[in-house]
């Protein structure tokens, strides 16, 4: 399997700065997106400072590993990675008037092999569409969401909940940070698409796996899910990253080519 990476942060239409940040390295297969929290474009640094150590940290380490490192030795290291990550931010906050209680959602993915080993924290999503149907794989830090586990309010409710960017966990708010790591196989034809509230507020599931649906690169998918956000009000800033599965294509050797075969 070979997995193909694209994507996009756009500001929106109603906020001066992009508090946003993704990053990715497709050599080690990793992606991370980050929506920042915070006063005084604290947000924006938050979110920065996780992406950028993230990547970092965890490309370096994937790169000595190679393809030997188990699921469960992949988890240990997102967890240790986010650590370090959350310490960094609440450090600063904490040493920074202008920075105080910033902080940031997180998901990062790393692919191995057939599997995806996934991390989040708060409600920054990550989908999966597969064979035509769209699932989100990542469950909402929220409170809102708490809400609907408790029978409260349904799915449907939900959608126009007031409530919607109260998240129950953020990177750096507090020294301690628990994120949560899920494991999926990976098939054939799959794409991950991870997501900031900028694009899942303004932009329903549906209309989202209609997008993804449609003909045409993957690029032109991610801008199409961009101008939907904003067509839609644009409220916050869109991230979007997707993840595409295909199928890895054998190099034919020279002779093979020359022979037609």
């Known amino acids: 399997m070979i997995y193909k990476f694209c994507a996009k942060t756009d500001t929106g239409r109603s906020r001066d700065n992009n508090e946003d940040s993704v990053a990715m390295d497709e050599e080690t297969r990793l992606a991370v997106l980050a929506d920042g929290m915070g006063g005084y ?3 924006e640094i938050a979110s920065g400072m996780a992406t950028a150590f993230i990547k970092s940290e965890m490309s370096r380490w994937l790169t000595e590993v190679g393809s030997t490192a188990r699921g469960k030795e992949v988890r240990r290291a997102l967890e240790i990675c986010v650590d ?4 960094s931010i609440f450090n ?28 989040h924290i708060g409600d920054s999503r990550c989908y999966r569409f597969r064979a035509g149907k769209l699932e ?3 469950r909402d830090h929220s409170l809102l969401q708490e809400q609907i586990d408790a029978g409260l309010v349904t799915p449907e409710q939900a959608l126009h909940s007031n409530i919607k ?3 129950t966990r953020a990177l750096g708010v507090e020294e301690f940070v628990l994120l949560e790591i899920n494991e999926y ?19 329903q599931d549906a209309a989202i796996a209609k997008i993804l649906n449609t003909d045409g690169g993957m690029e032109h998918k ?9 067509d839609n009000g644009g409220r916050d800033n869109i991230s979007v990253l997707t ?4 199928e890895a294509t054998e190099k034919r050797g020279l002779i093979a080519r020359l022979l037609g075969k």
Do not use: K, W
């Open 41 to 43: 474009n604290a947000g």
């Open 84 to 87: 370090s990550a959350n310490l």
């Open 92 to 119: 600063a906050a904490n040493s920074n008037a202008n920075y105080h209680g910033m902080g940031t959602t997180l998901v990062v993915a790393v692919f191995r092999d057939d599997s995806l080993v996934l991390g």
């Open 136 to 138: 989100q794989i990542s």
């Open 165 to 167: 960017n109260l998240v």
């Open 185 to 203: 196989p990976v098939e054939l034809g799959d794409v991950y698409l991870m997501c900031s509230d900028g694009l899942s507020d303004m932009v």
């Open 222 to 230: 991610v801008q199409m899910l961009v101008d939907a956000a904003n």
């Open 243 to 246: 993840v595409e599965v295909q």
